[in-house]
């Protein structure tokens, strides 16, 4: 039954590539845990006639007098949101630029206990409400079509003097000057007092240019980019909101726009809906997709490529932002395990494998697309290869590869004549034809399954017979997971899997900077590296590399102070609305990186003396590195800790510094208010600059550290009188 679907669709390559995965999801491959792929909901439920019929899908039954008669079906990725909520109840679940002594001395743990991760990751619960529901997947059997409008979450709009404005008059020069939050400002004014006519009045093509300007590329995915590297702690001693908070209230935004304006009759247009999907996407949330993909049926509008595509990203990459969770991809037997269980931890709940995991929902989501004639492209492929490794699935990995692209991963391993494996050729106008993407989810896709071997040679492979740049990305994505994969770990530990050799990462670094690709490392990339000349004592090469990595924090550094000085001017000079909220953007964003940066280089630091500690023997590679250790502290006096103490042959040197950080602190916190007031933005005023937890969050985080507390003084208690015991029965004996 499932190829009559397919027969449908006169797609044949992308027919066979899904033969291909149904085969082998049949039991043909293993995954990463050792176990058989699971099938999929169709074949557990054997080949009957509501085979075919994926919830919500109706239009592909064998009704030939209705579907002649031209009667309109409900169709496509469509489900019931009550489902999984009951299902829940049922199981018992309820429903400034960044000065350098902005972060304070503490050292941040870098490998958290499970309270430790699960206490930080309960005070998002405002986001957790808004997305209850994708943890359970979107695939439940539909009892009835649920209505759209119905379930987008309705910020209320709030009171507040930015909404005195003339929307009449401001909005289209709000449009003209790309001023995003002018523009949502205008659109709340007039839902505020309930001016229908206005919000009507707006044609279509000035609402396409409301989202366009609106989609989160253009602010919002950028501070993501950033949110990447930080923790949910570090979010919060950098007085920041954790992405997921910022996604969470921009989403809002988005929908509420989108249900106004389908409260005024007019239906938005396909265009319009992809770019929503988009924003979805960009966001890393499947909720918002889903939200959208109803509403865009309800409307009557049939997907194209670009929305499959989207909703299916919107899935594979759900919570992408989320502090802690990206390396939970990885496919190992705990986290596998962890992944495919009924009740999933948080970090793990965006990675569901097996039953309606990632892989099956992307799966039932491609067929879909190709049973309503979009023809599949090499995005769409991308997101498949993708969604197969997620779930440890390499093998269907290898053979879509093949099956598409003709790239034969087992013979480029082998290391074949590459006259004799060489790849399929598509014209440049081909909708398959490879782009950059592929790389990074080649590279993602090998890394996560534990073969960065395979990744580098693959990714060679492919570049160079399509001629495809490797950017920087693709690098970094290389660079990290051979930065996870050769970090040191007890011999017996579950991580080890695909283990590499600790100078693998060097080597790595050599081969990137170096002749033919001669990449610019990121700040990143250097953290990384000198994390992995921590773990080889390598302490007079980790100074030299801060020493090269020092210019591009002045850099950032640099545009941070630029940005600020830009914001003060339009400011005091009274300049429009839309140059000091460019302004403000920018300054919020070069604060956040520099921030980010000084953090780092601060942990460097501690680095050098914790390279210094392991190495307990006084040798003499270390005692010459301590005569040279107090100017090294003062070349990076300004990113020291207050105290330093460290050993040497005689004794031990205590050393403090005070001022310069104080009065950086001091200078900040004077001029970063202000400014922040006299520049307020109506969404995401308290995202970048001086964010607060709510007193409830607060409370909540007091009352877990001293249940912590409390736990590990009855612990020390327990330990002291078992070794007293001890020691009295033991002399007894």
């Not at 405002?126 to 649920?146: H, I, M, N, V």
């Not at 709940?349 to 492209?377: H, P």
């Not at 093949?402 to 598509?426: L, N």
């Not at 950059?436 to 090998?446: E, P």
């Amino acid at each position: 039954m499932l190829f009559f679907l397919l027969g449908r669709t006169g797609h044949r390559e992308s027919r066979r590539v899904l033969q291909v995965v149904w085969n082998i999801g049949q039991g043909q491959g293993k995954r990463a845990d050792g176990a058989s792929h699971k099938p999929t909901l169709a074949q557990r439920r054997g080949y009957g006639d509501d085979v075919l019929k994926w919830p919500g899908q109706h239009v592909l039954r064998d009704d030939d007098d209705a579907r002649d008669a031209g009667s309109k079906s409900t169709w496509g990725l469509s489900w019931d949101n009550n489902t999984g909520r009951d299902r829940r109840e049922h199981l018992g679940h309820p429903e400034g630029e960044g000065d350098e002594g902005d972060e304070g001395d503490a050292i941040l743990p870098q490998n958290r206990t499970r309270d430790d991760l699960l206490g930080i990751e309960s005070q998002l619960d405002l986001w957790e409400r808004f997305e209850s529901e994708t943890a359970q997947g979107p695939y439940t059997p539909a009892q009835k079509q649920t209505e759209a409008d119905e379930e987008a979450p309705e910020p209320a709009i709030l009171t507040n003097s930015l909404l005195d404005v003339d929307y009449k008059n401001e909005l289209q020069p709000a449009l003209d000057k790309r001023a995003s939050d002018l523009v949502i400002r205008c659109l709340y004014a007039a839902a505020q007092v309930h001016d229908q006519d206005f919000l009507a009045s707006i044609s279509a093509p000035m609402f396409s240019q409301i989202l366009e300007l609106l989609e989160p590329n253009q602010f919002v995915a950028k501070l993501g980019t950033a949110h990447i590297e930080l923790s949910t702690a570090l979010a919060a001693s950098m007085n920041i909101a954790p992405m997921r908070e910022v996604a969470f209230e921009y989403n809002k935004t988005l929908l509420r726009i989108l249900k106004d304006r389908r409260s005024t009759g007019h239906i938005p247009t396909l265009d319009d809906y992809v770019l929503l999907l988009r924003s979805a996407r960009l966001l890393g949330s499947h909720k918002m997709a889903g939200i959208v993909w109803r509403s865009l049926l309800k409307d009557g509008i049939q997907p194209d490529t670009r929305c499959f595509n989207h909703y299916m990203a919107s899935l594979v990459w759900n919570g992408m932002h989320s502090a802690g969770s990206r390396h939970k991809v990885r496919a190992i037997p705990f986290f596998m395990m962890a992944r495919s269980a009924a009740h999933r931890d948080r970090r793990f709940s965006n990675y569901r494998v097996g039953d309606r995991g990632v892989k099956e929902e992307t799966m039932k989501a491609f067929g879909e697309m190709l049973a309503f004639g979009a023809v599949a492209d090499h995005e769409s492929f991308q997101i498949l290869i993708t969604a197969c490794a997620r779930d440890g699935d390499i093998a269907t990995v290898k053979a879509i590869l093949q099956r598409v692209w003709g790239i034969d991963v087992q013979s480029i391993m082998e290391g074949k004549d590459e006259a004799t494996i060489a790849p399929k050729s598509f014209s440049d106008d081909s909708p398959i034809r490879p782009q950059s993407s592929l790389l990074f989810a080649l590279a993602h896709a090998f890394g996560i399954n534990n073969d960065v071997p395979s990744a580098l040679r693959v990714v060679d492979f492919v570049a160079r017979h399509y001629e495809l740049e490797i950017t920087s990305e693709i690098w970094n994505q290389l660079f990290e997971w051979t930065f996870v994969l050769a970090h040191q770990r007890r011999p017996d530990a579950p991580e080890n899997a695909g283990k590499l050799p600790i100078g693998s990462v060097l080597g790595l670094w050599e081969t990137m900077t170096g002749p033919p690709y001669f990449i610019k490392p990121t700040l990143g990339m250097y953290s990384r590296l000198i994390s992995n000349l921590v773990d080889r004592k390598y302490t007079s090469k980790i100074i030299e590399v801060m020493r090269e990595a020092m210019p591009l924090h002045r850099a950032d550094a640099d545009a941070a102070h630029k940005a600020r000085r830009r914001l003060a001017a339009a400011v005091q000079e009274g300049k429009p609305v839309d140059d000091i909220e460019m302004s403000r953007k920018e300054w919020e964003y070069t604060r956040m990186i520099h921030a980010r940066n000084v953090f780092w280089l601060r942990r460097w630091v501690r680095q050098i003396l914790t390279s210094l500690n392991i190495r307990n023997v006084f040798d003499g590679g270390k005692a010459k590195f301590l005569d040279e250790l107090p100017r090294v502290l003062w070349e990076w006096r300004r990113y020291a800790p207050r105290k330093v103490q460290y050993e040497i042959a005689s004794g031990f040197i205590d050393l403090e510094f005070h001022e310069e950080r104080d009065a950086s602190r001091r200078r900040s916190a004077d001029r970063l208010h202000p400014l922040k007031e006299k520049s307020r933005r109506y969404v995401g005023n308290d995202w970048a600059v001086e964010h607060k937890m709510s007193d409830k969050n607060l409370e909540e985080r007091e009352q877990r550290r001293c249940s912590k507390a409390a736990a590990r003084e009855e612990q020390n208690f327990r330990r002291l009188v078992g070794g007293h015991l001890a020691k009295e029965f033991g002399s007894a004996l």
